[in-house]
Structures are given as structure tokens and as C-alpha cells.
């Protein structure tokens, strides 16, 4: 059988891997448009049971990646000028760079073929595969080329958001909010190594409109960001890294293949940055398109069958939370009209995952806070 793959990040990478493991006789290629040490973006983040899946089917592959990982239990909000810990809530992170590197190599040693600094610019050039797999991201040609027939909807959230790195660490994952005379800013913060940590800056379509954003170059919307956010950034710089203002793609498909073509990752869906999950997501998709394939290794459309009934439940399942979350960030800054408890209680339970019993078994030094403060109000 013959592969190939569009896209080298962790979806492609991955793919190849796990196809190459359960297929040893499969011909694997992953064409990656930039060369092997290019990357956008810092960090990584996955919650404390995002790997768990990992260790159940690749046990060689986890402990690469969690020899590299930074981790903490708590979330720490900062508004209003008080600091909420909510406890119990583990994430780690890692070097985007770091991760691609580790996956770069599992997919060599199980015998793929990587092709960098290619761009496929029309699918014609892959006809000669028995599978196309698009693992090229939001802006996927593989799903762009076949778009009626995957029946594609992108709806693009209002808020505008930059990635930007930040030369400090961070001790939580932290979550600060601030409402100023230009507007409302919300940065998403948390370390990827001991020196280093993501600062995503989110602010909404007003804020955006009257400070100027969209008039700014790269360098001068950093400065903009590191002034708004001085105080948690003690001296430390923000870092640039096509750090370009955007508005979130929230993508669905009703179809998951097209004939041989077939969507992964944020290919087939987008995860808000909010819930920590879209590379999970690329990672498990892999993995079952891999084992569906290994279980019909001579009927491409069964394997692809097999793939989307299975995953598909689960992945709605994550990506309706994915939206809840999304849409309370959408409108952060009406929540800032909250008292901070009332709003961190508000933000804890934005995706509809967290039931009042769980969070007080899950988060019992601030389910105590809250209730303090709800007596004392």
C-alpha cells in the first residue's frame, strides 16, 4: 500500500509513524512544506491525562515525550487584582519544536520517507497513492480541494488572538484578565521549558478595532502587549514568531473522507486553545486511522469506514466542549462584569464538563474559597 502524507506537524509525523509500525510493508511519505527545523508557535500543552493514551499504545514513544515535559496542578487566574488558584487541574507542556523533533524521528525509524521543503501545490501530484492523508492544518489543501464533497463549515470567532513567547516561566498555567481604558486583554500563559513559556494574547473585536492591532507590525503589536502586560511579565520580553493577529477557525466537516482522502487533525476539525486538546486530538486520530487500516489492510474504504465510525463519537464529544469553551472565551469580556470568585466559577465550568460534585473532589481549596466568599458577600 502506498501513503502519503500532506503535512509534517505532529499529525503527519505521528501518521507515518504508526501506519509504518502496523504496516511494515506500507510505502510512507510525508511532504512538509518548511524545512525540519521550522516551526511556528512555542508551546505544547496537554492536560494530565492527554498521554495516557500514549502509554496504552506506544509505550516507546511516551517516555520520549514525557522526559521533555514541564508540568504543574493548578490554574491560576488574575483579575481584578486578585489571584484564584483552582486546584487539581494538571497540565504539562512541551517545545512545539521538541515534539516534532521526537515524532520526526520515531517516523524515520519505522522506515518513512520525510520530504521537506516541498510544497504540493494540487493534489494531482499525489494520484499514484492508495491514500492521501491530509494532515496540513487549517489551511489544509487537501480538504480545500474537495470541499463541497467533505461538506465544510468554518465559522470565525470574533476575538482576535497573536501567539507570542515569553523569555520567563510561569509557575501555573495562568489565565490573566484585565479591563483597561482601551479595552479588554486576556493573555493565556504557561512554560514549556525552565526559561521559556507560550504568552497568547486574546482580545475582543472592539479592543482590537481601538487600539489599532490590524494597523501594527509584528514587532510593534509585541511592544503594545509586553507594556499591557508588564506586570506579569516582571522584566522579561515577548517573543515573536509569526505572532500575526487572527481570528479562531472553528472547523467541522460532515464527511471525515473523500474516496482515498482522508482529513486528520485540524484538518478535520479545530479544538480551541482554550481546553488544551487539539493536539491530542491529531495524535488519537492517527492512531485509529493507523489501527483501522492495519484491520483492512486490502480495502482502503473499509479501513476509512471503520475510522470515522469509531472516532467520530469521541471526537464530537471533545469538540462540543471545544465550542462551549470557545464561545465563553468569545465573550470574556461581558464576563468581566463578574466579581473575580463569581467569574472564576463562571470560567471553571464554561466547557459543561465539570459538575459541581466533581469540582469539589477535584478542587477542594477553591471550591472552600468560594463558598467563603459567597458567605462573606
Known amino acids: 500500500m502506498m501513503i502519503k502524507i500532506l503535512g509534517g506537524g505532529p499529525a503527519g509525523l505521528y501518521a507515518a509513524y504508526c501506519i509504518?509500525?502496523?504496516?511494515?510493508?506500507?510505502?510512507?511519505?510525508?511532504?512538509?512544506?518548511?524545512?525540519?527545523?521550522?516551526?511556528?508557535?512555542?508551546?505544547?500543552?496537554?492536560?494530565?491525562?492527554?498521554?495516557?493514551?500514549?502509554?496504552?499504545?506506544?509505550?516507546?514513544?511516551?517516555?520520549?515525550?514525557?522526559?521533555?515535559?514541564?508540568?504543574?496542578?493548578?490554574?491560576?487566574?488574575?483579575?481584578?487584582?486578585?489571584?484564584?488558584?483552582?486546584?487539581?487541574?494538571?497540565?504539562?507542556?512541551?517545545?512545539?519544536?521538541?515534539?516534532?523533533?521526537?515524532?520526526?524521528?520515531?517516523?524515520?525509524?519505522?522506515?518513512?520517507?520525510?520530504?521537506?521543503?516541498?510544497?504540493?501545490?494540487?493534489?494531482?501530484?499525489?494520484?499514484?497513492?492508495?491514500?492521501?492523508?491530509?494532515?496540513?492544518?487549517?489551511?489544509?489543501?487537501?480538504?480545500?480541494?474537495?470541499?463541497?464533497?467533505?461538506?465544510?463549515?468554518?465559522?470565525?470567532?470574533?476575538?482576535?488572538?497573536?501567539?507570542?513567547?515569553?523569555?520567563?516561566?510561569?509557575?501555573?498555567?495562568?489565565?490573566?484578565?484585565?479591563?483597561?481604558?482601551?479595552g479588554s486583554f486576556n493573555a493565556h500563559h504557561y512554560r514549556y521549558t525552565p526559561t521559556m513559556s507560550t504568552f497568547l494574547v486574546e482580545v475582543d473585536a472592539r479592543t482590537f478595532e481601538r487600539v489599532g492591532f490590524e494597523r501594527m507590525t509584528e514587532d510593534q503589536s509585541r511592544a503594545y502587549c509586553e507594556d499591557v502586560f508588564a506586570e506579569e511579565l516582571e522584566g522579561a520580553r515577548l517573543v515573536t514568531n509569526k505572532s500575526l493577529w487572527r481570528r479562531f477557525p472553528v472547523i467541522r466537516n460532515r464527511r471525515w473522507s473523500v474516496r482515498n482522502r482522508v482529513l486528520v487533525g485540524d484538518a478535520l476539525r479545530t479544538a480551541h486553545f482554550s481546553i488544551g486538546s487539539g493536539t491530542r486530538l491529531a495524535l488519537e486520530d492517527v492512531q485509529a486511522l493507523a489501527h483501522a487500516l492495519a484491520n483492512h489492510p486490502r480495502s482502503v474504504q473499509d479501513a476509512l469506514a471503520q475510522f470515522e465510525a469509531q472516532r467520530r463519537p469521541v471526537v464530537d464529544k471533545l469538540a462540543g466542549a471545544a465550542t462551549r469553551s470557545a464561545t465563553w472565551y468569545d465573550n470574556f469580556a461581558e464576563h468581566l462584569k463578574l466579581p473575580a470568585w463569581e467569574f472564576a466559577m463562571h470560567y471553571i465550568g464554561r466547557s459543561g464538563r465539570v459538575d459541581t460534585e466533581r469540582l469539589r473532589a477535584m478542587s477542594p481549596r477553591f471550591v472552600a474559597g468560594y463558598e467563603a466568599w459567597r458567605e462573606a458577600a
Open 20 to 182: 509504518r509500525r502496523q504496516l511494515p510493508d506500507a510505502d510512507v511519505t510525508v511532504y512538509e512544506q518548511n524545512d525540519a527545523h521550522t516551526t511556528f508557535g512555542f508551546g505544547v500543552v496537554f492536560s494530565d491525562q492527554a498521554l495516557e493514551f500514549l502509554g496504552a499504545g506506544d509505550s516507546e514513544t511516551l517516555p520520549l515525550i514525557t522526559a521533555g515535559l514541564e508540568r504543574w496542578s493548578d490554574i491560576e487566574l488574575r483579575l481584578q487584582g486578585q489571584r484564584i488558584r483552582i486546584d487539581g487541574v494538571g497540565f504539562t507542556a512541551i517545545a512545539r519544536l521538541r515534539l516534532l523533533e521526537i515524532l520526526r524521528q520515531r517516523a524515520l525509524s519505522a522506515g518513512a520517507k520525510l520530504i521537506d521543503s516541498h510544497v504540493v501545490r494540487d493534489l494531482a501530484e499525489l494520484d499514484d497513492a492508495d491514500l492521501v492523508i491530509g494532515a496540513d492544518g487549517v489551511n489544509s489543501l487537501v480538504r480545500k480541494t474537495h470541499e463541497a464533497e467533505f461538506g465544510t463549515e468554518i465559522t470565525l470567532l470574533n476575538n482576535r488572538f497573536a501567539w507570542f513567547g515569553a523569555t520567563r516561566p510561569f509557575d501555573y498555567l495562568t489565565q490573566t484578565f484585565k479591563q483597561l481604558a482601551q
